[in-house]
């Protein structure tokens, strides 16, 4: 017998080659699933930006900040008395940069109390999202405003993307700014605002005519391996309120066709945590489309729908750190009324919503359904 051979002989006696052979079917394809039920959750949740490398969607150049503003509003002398000649980096001159109003009002809490220049916004021609309100040239609808409507990079015309057209001029907001590298960081750390998707009606993970997708909130932290990464098929706990019942829980139709989860479009509640912030949001129009791996592992797509404007506004106003974003909660205030494009106030007229588009990657995920309470 060869040494090869022997060796393999020897690893078999010791009970591995099973496992071995084991895990190689579970890389290969995605198992059955007994109960007829898919669940992920989601660990990576970003903004959909198109970043040109030369930023030639910025063709002005990218929006000041308020700490810009306020430095240029300073005279030399009060800038040197209060940055002791420029020493203070740019998070300890938060307090003056936001306190500008006229009597010392905080701006991103009180974004009306000053006038700042208008804010710089996206003028190219792409974007990433989809189409939310049915037209190609971006007219009005009894769900929408007038506005411009954007290409697609692979050529799909007529996409929607208003919240994109508002930040992506902001510095901070680019591909690896910080407020959502660190709410990414905040939500791997401290296991809040983790969404859960559970896919029901599952007949082949890999086709399957119809399904009923449904959205949780975990209790539970990331489960994660030996290198940070979270671990497949760990489980989670939905989150319910005391008499049992789950504080979200809404659901889409949808189907699976080669391995790519799309859902119909309806309103839909999310938690969400961000730089030290909690919000709830209702996604309206929500869309969901991920690709799953061939093993079922892991997924990775796009959600797209219309973004609560003051809902948006209210979390940036209340993030720390804007002198190392480039924002500027004024200007973002007046800009983001000009290109809501979502859902007019029956009153007004004007458009609460922004039209969006979030990039989201998941791992597989046992969902755990707690018993209600008598």
């Known amino acids: 017998m060869s040494r090869s051979a022997r060796k393999k002989q020897i690893t078999c006696l010791l009970g591995l080659c099973l496992a071995l052979s084991l895990r190689t079917t579970a890389i290969a394809a995605a198992p059955v699933p007994e109960s007829g039920?898919?669940?992920f959750v989601i660990r990576d949740w970003f903004?959909?930006?198109y970043n040109s490398k030369f930023n030639d969607e910025c063709p002005d150049g990218l929006t000041p900040s308020y700490d810009e503003i306020w430095w240029r509003s300073?005279?030399?002398e009060e800038r040197a008395e209060i940055t002791q000649n420029g020493l203070f980096p740019n998070?300890?001159?938060?307090?003056?940069?936001?306190r500008r109003g006229p009597n010392g009002e905080n701006v991103c809490l009180n974004p009306t109390?000053?006038?700042?220049p208008p804010m710089r916004v996206v003028e190219g021609k792409y974007g990433y999202g989809a189409n939310l309100d049915g037209t190609l040239d971006g007219r009005a609808t009894p769900k929408s405003c007038a506005h411009e409507k954007f290409t697609h990079p692979d050529g799909t015309p007529g996409i929607d993307n208003q919240m994109?057209?508002?930040i992506g001029c902001i510095y901070?907001?680019?591909k690896g700014g910080l407020p959502e590298l660190n709410a990414h960081e905040g939500r791997g750390t401290s296991g809040l605002g983790m969404i859960l998707i559970e896919v029901t009606g599952v007949t082949?993970?890999?086709n399957s005519d119809h399904v009923t997708v449904a959205f949780h909130r975990s209790t539970n932290q990331f489960a994660l391996d030996g290198s940070g990464r979270p671990l497949p098929y760990s489980s989670y706990n939905i989150d319910i309120d005391k008499y049992g019942e789950n504080r979200y829980g809404d659901t889409l139709e949808g189907s699976i066709k080669d391995g790519v989860l799309t859902t119909e479009r309806g309103d839909v509640k999310l938690p969400f945590y961000g730089n030290y912030g909690f919000m709830h949001p209702v996604i309206r129009d929500f869309g969901l489309r991920m690709v799953i791996s061939p093993d079922g592992a892991t997924a990775e797509g796009q959600i797209t729908g219309y973004y609560n404007l003051d809902q948006f506004l209210y979390y940036v106003g209340g993030m720390v750190g804007h002198a190392t974003t480039s924002a500027d909660c004024p200007a973002m205030y007046v800009a983001g009324h000009q290109l809501a494009d979502g859902y007019p106030d029956p009153e007004t007229g004007q458009c609460t919503h922004l039209s969006t588009a979030i990039d989201v990657g998941a791992y597989a995920a046992f969902i755990v359904h707690p018993e209600k309470k008598k």
């Open 91 to 98: 998070l300890n001159r938060l307090p003056w940069a936001m």
């Open 74 to 76: 300073t005279s030399r």
């Open 172 to 174: 901070g907001w680019r």
């Open 204 to 206: 082949d993970p890999r």
């Open 113 to 116: 109390v000053v006038t700042d």
């Open 164 to 166: 994109y057209r508002l």
């Open 37 to 39: 039920t898919l669940g």
């Open 47 to 49: 903004t959909a930006v």
